[in-house]
């Protein structure tokens, strides 16, 4: 069986690389930590929706070693892109981190 070092030393960040013909390039798309993927879900069962998916794709997209790319400080920028963009990445990304809206009420009802 596993021990808790074994676990907590695994690298588990999963990326996943996409295309953004926009940008002109790709990026990383990493699965969120449980902490983060916590934090989502009581935005979203508690309908707080400021900025909902930007944040979430700025806690998403990462570079090759899983680390963030945008800081919550780069939220408003990011914002600026194009919401089309933004709408397809935070898409992708949801769906990498096996998030669902029913996955997410179901957690708001425990």
């Not at 892109?81 to 981190?97: C, P, T």
């Amino acid at each position: 069986m596993l021990s808790k070092a074994a676990i907590l030393a695994t690298d588990d960040k999963n990326i996943k690389r996409v295309q953004v013909p926009e940008w002109g390039g790709e990026v990383g798309l990493r699965v969120l930590t449980g902490l983060e993927r916590d934090k989502f879900e009581a935005m979203f069962t508690e309908k707080t929706t400021d900025k909902f998916k930007i944040r979430f794709v700025a806690c998403s997209v990462c570079n090759e070693e899983g680390e963030r790319l945008f800081s919550d400080a780069d939220l408003d920028a990011l914002g600026e892109k194009s919401s089309r963009v933004i709408n397809h990445l935070f898409d992708l990304a949801w769906e990498h981190s096996c998030l669902s809206q029913e996955a997410v009420e179901e957690a708001g009802n425990d």
